[in-house]
Structure formats: C-alpha cells, structure tokens
T-cell receptor, first 112, second 115 residues
Framework: SQQGEEDPQALSIQEGENATMNCSYK?????LQWYRQNSGRGLVHLIL?????REKHSGRLRVTLDTSKKSSSLLITASRAADTASYFC????????????FGIGTKLQVIP | DVKVTQSSRYLVKRTGEKVFLECVQD?????MFWYRQDPGLGLRLIYF???????EKGDIPEGYSVSREKKERFSLILESASTNQTSMYLC??????????????FGPGTRLTVL
C-alpha cells in the first residue's frame, strides 16, 4: 500500500461546514505536505508541516501531525464552494530519502 | 510566481508512436519531476532530475525515458506508446531556495490518450 493514504476517499459537505481529511503513513518522515488539485489541473501546494511540529495554521487551514500514530489531518474551516477539489498528502521519508510520495487523495465536494 | 508549463493539455497518439512531453519552468529550479496520475492510484513518480543531464528512476520508469539538456526543460519520452500509458501526466519542479524544502510546483498536466 502507499506511503500516504488519505481518508475518507470522498467527502461531501454543505457550504459553511468544516471539512476534515486524514492521512496515514507507514515510515518515519522528515515532513508532510498537503496539496490541492482542482478538476483536471495540476496540484497546488497548501502547507508543509515538519516532523518536529504538531500543528500549523494557514488562513482557514489547520494541519496537525501525530508522529506517534503516523497520521496527519487537514481541517478546512467555514468551507466554500471554491474549496471543491481533491486533496493529497505527500510525505518525505527521513534518513536522507529524497523522493516525496503522494497519497491517493480525498475528493471534497462543497455544496452551495 | 513560479510558472511550470507543459507543451500540451490534451494529446492523442497511436500505439507504437514515439511521444514527447515537454515541461518548462521559469524559476531556475534544480529539481524537476514527472508523475502520472490514474484514478485510484494517485500520483506515481516516473523519473526525476536534480540537475542538468542528471536523472533518477522513480517508482514506475518502465516504458519511459527522460532528457534534461537545459536546466529549465525536462522532457518525458514514451519510446513506443502503449494503451496502458493512457493517463494524466504531471510535471513539477522544486528548489530548496524558493520556499519550504520539497514544495513542488506543478504544471497544468497533459492528458494523453493512446489508441
């Protein structure tokens, strides 16, 4: 299975609600990133959290990292229709491993 | 702003054809990457490059090759296209000096169909 696995694979919420997506991984990491992809487009970087950080904020985004559970969550508060997209976590393994590995993604639909 | 461009948004080729996908970035990034994206499989790394004329295999290099003759340009080559190479191809670039380490900047993607 993949290094980063998002959960749920699909999520549908009403505008104004909060959306929470989770990512689990298997090996020790150097950092973890979240990206967004609008339909049929390239990915856009949202936020990076390092292995020694536990929480990070950027606007309406809040990311947490629990290295003991090898998991991360992305919270989008007060969601908007424009947040409709797929969200991917990406991990860089520790120990000098250079590659970044992407998960399968969570497809978020925000209903106006 | 970083800009990564890909030569085509949509491409249709026939089985056995040689296919070139071009990617250009304008931010002097050292690192460039080629991924393919398939439903249910996410992004899988095909090849990456840390410098001009340098290349490293990713997770699924079979059936592909790459070329990096200039820093800004990274080409993906399908030597003999097959139907199982029908996919969305995404190019990305990164540099430790342009933001948090490992942040990748993606192009818009090329949706390749092999008939």
């Amino acid at each position: 299975s993949q290094q980063g696995e998002e959960d749920p694979q699909a999520l549908s919420i009403q505008e104004g609600e909060n959306a929470t997506m989770n990512c689990s991984y298997k090996t020790s990491i150097n950092n973890l990133q979240w990206y967004r992809q609008n339909s049929g487009r390239g990915l856009v970087h949202l936020i990076l959290i390092r292995s020694n950080e536990r929480e990070k904020h950027s606007g309406r985004l809040r990311v947490t990292l629990d290295t003991s559970k090898k998991s991360s969550s992305l919270l989008i508060t007060a969601s908007r229709a424009a947040d409709t997209a797929s969200y991917f976590c990406a991990t860089r393994r520790s120990g000098g491993y250079q590659k970044v590995t992407f998960g399968i993604g969570t497809k978020l639909q925000v209903i106006p | 702003d970083v800009k990564v461009t890909q030569s085509s948004r949509y491409l249709v080729k026939r089985t056995g054809e040689k296919v070139f996908l071009e990617c250009v970035q304008d931010m002097d990034h050292e690192n460039m990457f080629w991924y393919r994206q398939d439903p249910g499989l996410g992004l899988r790394l095909i090849y990456f490059s840390y410098d001009v004329k340098m290349k490293e295999k990713g997770d699924i290099p079979e059936g592909y090759s790459v070329s990096r003759e200039k820093k800004e340009r990274f080409s993906l080559i399908l030597e003999s296209a097959s139907t199982n190479q029908t996919s969305m191809y995404l190019c990305a670039s990164s540099s430790p000096t342009s933001g948090p380490t490992d942040t990748q900047y993606f192009g818009p993607g090329t949706r390749l169909t092999v008939l």
